[in-house]
């Protein structure tokens, strides 16, 4: 497969972009490759600028869930945009997708939108840390939440993939009210909050770990996190930017059935259009200004555009049984590429929750960082690089989850399982 028109273009971006990219994990660097440039998407194929096609699981690392260019999405943006793009003021696609969100959501009485999910974590913990009155929060290693100064600590994914869990740039004295426990690990949370007791403003949690590949929520470990929070009086985070809409219409928390006092969102609320979004209880919410003190803003929050793709989206994806043979469609396919890695003699750790999936480079289970940080990420970038000269565009790391959309068809599926199959006896 050629990619000598991407590496040309890469040269290029490098001159006038750090690292040439403007997201690290893009740049490809952990695989040890030149990243490739996207020309159009379509459905559930990317096609890049040297002509080359891809089945893609990156959906643009989880927002693009009903596939590239649903013609509803096309058109909702197309008629959005011959009104204006922005204005600044209110206007009632706002309201329509904040409905949206309410009815979908359990946890989300009120809703706040803005511009990315790394706006919308950072807003919470503030609004946390507001309404608590209190400066600490709990996180979880390998967990990423964007990339706000006190959400930079063992941040997981492109974090993870470069070794720097903690970044230069963030003050010490700003890392130190963010404590790191174990994902999975009630123990390690208990223990926080006995040597911070009364301190602690929020826990923020990813339901569904999706930054350090996916590692699913064990039996007990949310409802634990639950009920520790309502008795010490903090507020639970669920950071659903990745697995809200995403492994149900409802999110981690209509799965798992736990309401966490707030919740975050991006990715699909935006359809692929730069949107977050933060909710929770109403009596936390009103503190945000200008009904409450605590200060958010911004110049393009709630951007018509961005509210006209995220509604058609979930217009698209909250038909009856679209979450039902979306997750066939994840099952079939981690199965088969499983199964491929068996027949090859090179078992992997499969993981899976609804259209999120990962195949762990791992002989044991992987539940947490330390278990997920174990496996052979060389081994893996020989498999990344043979999937993707099959034509099998999957996340240039280790750490990242792979996403399916209703767009791919059983063909598809059938053409990554082969691929597998043939690349897993290659690393074997
Ligand atoms: C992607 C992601 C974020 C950050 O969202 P951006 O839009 O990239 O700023 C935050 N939390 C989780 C769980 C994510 O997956």
Same mark, same amino acid.
């Given at each position: 497969m050629n990619h000598e028109r991407s590496s040309f #273009?890469? &040269?290029q971006a490098k001159a006038?972009?750090?690292?040439? *990219? @403007? %997201?690290?994990v893009r740049a490809f660097k952990s695989v040890g490759a030149d990243p490739l440039f996207i020309k159009k998407g379509s459905g559930s194929h990317i096609y890049d600028e040297d002509g080359n096609s891809f089945i893609d699981y990156v959906g643009s690392w989880g927002p693009m869930i009903a596939g590239h260019c649903h013609l509803d999405v096309i058109r909702a943006v197309q008629e959005t945009m011959t009104s204006g793009a922005s204005f600044g003021a209110p206007t009632v696609l706002e309201t329509t997708l904040a409905g949206m969100v309410i009815d979908a959501v359990p946890s989300i009485e009120m809703v706040r939108m803005v511009s990315s999910g790394t706006e919308a974590?950072? %807003?919470a913990i503030r609004l946390a840390r507001g309404y608590t009155g209190r400066d600490k929060i709990i996180k979880f290693s390998g967990c990423y939440h964007g990339h706000a100064d006190s959400l930079l600590v063992k941040a997981g994914s492109g974090a993870a993939t470069f070794g720097v869990p903690d970044s230069p740039g963030v003050p010490a004295e700003v890392a130190r009210l963010t404590l790191t426990a174990e994902y999975n690990s009630l123990d390690s949370v208990r223990k926080l909050i006995a040597e911070n007791s009364g301190a602690i403003a929020c826990i923020i949690v990813e339901p569904v770990a999706g930054n350090m590949g996916t590692v699913p929520p064990r039996e007990g470990f949310l409802e634990g996190l639950r009920e520790i929070c309502t008795n010490e009086g903090i507020i639970l985070i669920f950071d659903e930017v990745m697995s809200g809409f995403r492994v149900a219409y409802g999110g981690a928390q209509e799965l798992y059935g736990i309401t966490p006092d707030m919740t975050t969102l991006g990715k699909i609320i =935006?359809? +692929? #259009?730069? *949107?977050?979004?933060? +909710? +929770?209880?109403r009596e936390i919410m009103e503190k945000l200004s200008p009904s409450g003190g605590v200060y &958010?803003? =911004?110049?393009?929050? +709630? @951007?018509?555009l961005a509210m006209a793709a995220g509604i058609a989206t979930l217009n698209i994806i909250k038909q009856p049984g679209f979450y039902e043979a979306l997750a066939e469609k994840g099952q079939r396919v981690a199965e088969g590429i499983a199964k491929a890695a068996r027949d090859a003699g090179y078992p992997i750790y499969s993981t899976r929750v609804g259209s999120m999936f990962c195949a762990f480079f791992s002989k044991g289970e992987v539940f947490d960082w330390p278990t997920a940080s174990q496996c052979d990420t060389a081994a893996f970038s020989k498999y990344f690089l043979a999937m993707l000269n099959e034509g099998i565009y999957l996340a240039p790391s280790q750490f990242e989850t792979a996403f399916i959309s209703a767009a791919h068809s059983e063909d598809d599926i059938e053409k990554t399982i082969a691929a597998a199959a043939k690349c897993f006896k290659l690393i074997a």
């Open positions: #273009l890469f &040269q006038a972009i750090p690292g040439g *990219v @403007n %997201s690290p974590t950072m %807003s =935006g359809g +692929g #259009l730069p *949107v977050g979004a933060f +909710g +929770g209880r &958010q803003a =911004g110049t393009l929050s +709630g @951007n018509p």
